[in-house]
């Protein structure tokens, strides 16, 4: 099984766990700015995580025969402030020509303050002067179908979103239906506690078929698994699905994604999706 | 948009016999930790939210009408869709203060 992990934050991550993922048949991986555990204090903090991400992980990505792409923002953890995000908005455009760089995310809400809106609108702005594709991060837990109702409302009141370019990630049962009903894509992330468990995960493709679906471990610094889609592989033959259903989800789904950057270089095995079996 | 009936590939038989036992677990997981939670040193939190919303999505399980992890989700959920007016806090309690102040 070859797979992509479109959602990998890999700073947080050991060269180890390339190595798990590269033996379990990751051919590439996306990684999106995300918190640090704690707030940055000023702007050149994140010049230096952007150069991080866009220069020396892809290169320690290489080692293991991983492409590694990347997603550049202030995430939304930090979008309270809006100084600072005023002044991370302004060197983002500085890192967009960088070649693993596929768009502006994760983006997103957190508590679903009105700070945290503005960031956000701020960010799709600069996502559409650059014409970049937009990873949006849905929040957790009890914010989780507030947050993703204010985010789905905001982009379909702004008017010049393309839906089929923006990923609204981190999906649940709750959200699924609203996301993809206005024709977004979404992922399903694939965390042991806190959000979809793999057969859960299985569960939404049965319902909702796979058409603009992804899933990804978002591994980071918590609790999460970086062999996370080949455990959801293993889980979908368990449940009875084809391995050519099981490559739909985890390898031509994220190509169709990201492929609409022509810096993404792989391409899904079939043009046209196939129906959950 | 979605379908519910006859969308899993597996019988009733088949999913029985193989996710009985890790499903089994998890039911007597809960039902300790209610038994734990009652055996408390210290009763100080019988109306804590997080334990009435936990209660409350435990009467979900035994519905008889499909779509019960939605309704599980959204018992967790805050329910507004009203903008905090500043930050109160980073992490998420995993049920929502304000649905049972709205409650």
């Known amino acids: 099984m070859q797979y992509i992990d479109l959602h990998a934050h890999m700073v947080s991550r050991t060269t180890d766990d390339y190595y798990a993922m590269a033996l379990s048949g990751c051919k590439a991986l996306t990684e999106p700015a995300f918190w640090a555990g704690y707030d ?9 995580y952007f150069d991080h991400l866009t220069d020396f992980e892809p290169k320690r990505a290489a080692q293991y025969g991983i492409e590694h ?11 309270e ?5 005023k002044q ?20 997103g809400l957190n508590r679903v303050t009105v700070n945290e809106l503005e960031t956000f609108k701020d960010h799709v702005e600069l996502a559409l002067e650059h014409n970049q ?4 991060h849905t929040p957790h837990l009890e914010d989780k179908w507030k947050g993703t109702k204010v985010i789905v409302d905001t982009l379909a009141a702004n008017g010049r979103i393309d839906p089929s370019r923006v990923m609204i990630d981190h999906a649940e049962e709750h959200t699924v239906e609203m996301i993809l009903a206005n024709g977004f894509w979404t992922g399903l992330t694939l965390y042991p506690v806190t959000k979809v468990a793999p057969g859960r995960a299985i569960d939404v493709f049965e319902r909702y078929g796979t058409e603009r679906i992804c899933v990804a471990s978002a591994c980071d610094w918590g609790a999460s698994a970086p062999l996370a889609i080949p455990q959801f592989g293993f889980e979908m033959r368990r449940r009875g699905h084809s391995d050519e259903l099981i490559n739909e989800i985890v390898w031509n ?10 810096r993404f270089k792989f391409a899904p095995t079939r043009e046209t999706a196939i129906a959950a079996d | 948009m979605s379908s519910y009936e006859n969308t899993c590939p597996l019988s009733q038989q088949q999913l029985i016999d193989e996710y ?3 499903h089994r677990v998890k039911v007597l997981d ?15 939190a019988e109306q804590d939210f997080r334990i009435v919303a936990f209660r409350e999505s435990l009467r979900e399980l035994i519905s008889a009408a499909p779509g019960r992890v939605e309704r599980v989700e959204m018992i967790f959920s805050d329910q507004s869709t009203e903008l905090l007016p500043s930050l109160d806090r980073k992490a998420a309690y995993g049920a929502s203060i304000r649905q049972q102040e709205h409650n």
């Open chain 1, 253 to 262: 789904n994220p190509c169709r994604f990201l492929g609409q950057s022509p």
């Open chain 1, 133 to 136: 594709l937009i990873h949006i």
């Open chain 1, 81 to 85: 402030d809006r100084e600072l995000t």
């Open chain 1, 88 to 107: 991370v908005l302004k060197i983002i455009p500085e890192f967009l020509d960088r070649p693993n760089v596929l768009g502006i995310g994760e983006i």
């Open chain 1, 40 to 48: 940055r204090r000023s702007a050149d903090v994140f010049a230096d």
């Open chain 2, 30 to 44: 809960l039902a300790a930790f209610l038994d734990r939670f009652e055996r408390s040193v210290d009763k100080n």
């Open chain 1, 69 to 79: 792409y990347t997603w550049l923002c202030l995430n939304p953890k930090e979008g």
């Open chain 2, 20 to 22: 009985f036992m890790e």
